[in-house]
């Protein structure tokens, strides 16, 4: 008989009792509103607050609001997925009170460069909500496709989503894009979770699907392709044409009728300049803008980004390139290639969420500047496309040392360099799973779990309450659940 009820992320606080409660069957929930002032949760995360009482003779869960409720019942569903024993769901008596940390405890998703199906997505969203995560990022655009269709610009799903395959050259062109109804059923599937789904394009670099689809959008005129190839590529959007804004007026458009989030997500990253320099239409652009170096283009777009959105009622997040003040960038393994900011002159707007997966200095920097900011370093565990040992026979990428269980679980949102008053801007943190070397969503849940829920805890647990041993010992048992859930897991060292 289990003694311990080993939640991921682990609660606040769990007080066990005398006794245990069994049932054969899946039981009733006793449900109950409750008042927000027996938590000792911050305002804004206290309608995610939630009590789980388990009896001998009954269950009963407590919340102020719907979003607790249902933390609650993924509490529940986690200790029904392991503890159902010859039939019998036998649970320790034990009061659960439970909140979360931070607001934004978040996943990526890279559906360019591998195009995960609808089913895939909900199956994962489902194993997410377990684990109380509450933010979806979903890559929808970069090098290898474009996902979604645009009414105004066909050819970015008839061109852009679609791409060679240069190794099997006989093999027709694969790819694909998600509809109007998968996206609001992903939205939907999502919500009913408590997840929010944030969508992201990336502007302005990071095109080449753009530029296969509408090459005017480019400086040279291309030609172009929708890139087999990985890496960051010269070919951006064009800063000297006008219409490019045009064509973000529209992503945004359509994305504001699918989305209901108030956050767009434009990218930003890996933004290389070389086409900018020599391109005369950029070129009187900085004229014309009074600017220096074509760099500080880069900034000048993200602002008019940034203002679109604006006037859309959204609120833009990006990259930790958009603050376009520092100019160095480690090398992750793309070569050589160095990816300096845009200008110091156009400031940031305030409103913009800063994302920092460089390291950690970018949301250092953000947070200073007093802009949200969402951690997500490479350097910290954050990156589930790293393999998880240093082996040959692990899947993923090793750009620096392998990303271990022991490193996302050591993710702290908040930098050791950080202040107290610049921590405040933090919102959260999130785990994202890039898919160039991910050929199946099975690849995909190895990289993902257990790593994932090691960040779950991060973002969840309070910092004084983790400890990674404990965690490991919950990990056992937390692993029947996705066993039961019929997850593909990483079962290595975890450290
Ligand atoms: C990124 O990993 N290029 C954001
Ligand atoms: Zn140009």
New binding site residues.
Partial sequence: MREQLSIIPKPVSVKYNEGFFKSESLPDIIKKECAQEQFGADTDKVFEAYRLIIEKDRITAEAPADAGMHHCMETFRQLTLSGFKDGVLTLPCAEITDYPRFSWRGFMLDCSRYFYSVLFIKNLLDVLSLHHINRFHWHLTDDQGWRFKVAEYPLLTEIGSLRKNYRIPDLPPSGGFYTEDEIRDVVNYASVRHIEVIPEVDLPGHASAILASYPEFGCTGGPYEVEERFGIFEDVLCAGNDRIFDLAEKVFDTLAGLFPSKWVHIGG??VLYNRWEACPKCRSRLKELGLKRPAELQSWITFKLVQMLSEKHKTAIG?DEILGTSNETPNHGFGDDSCPDGARQLKLPKEAVVMS?RGDEGGIKAARLGHEVIMSP?TGGCYLDYKQQDSREEPGALYAKASTVLKSYSMDPVPALMNEKDAKYVIGGQG?L?SELIYAGKIAEYMIFPRMCAIAESLWTPKDKKDFDDFSKRLIIHRERLDNLGINQYRGSLC
Avoid: G, V
């Fill in positions: 990253d890996e990259w997966w490479c994202n890039w």
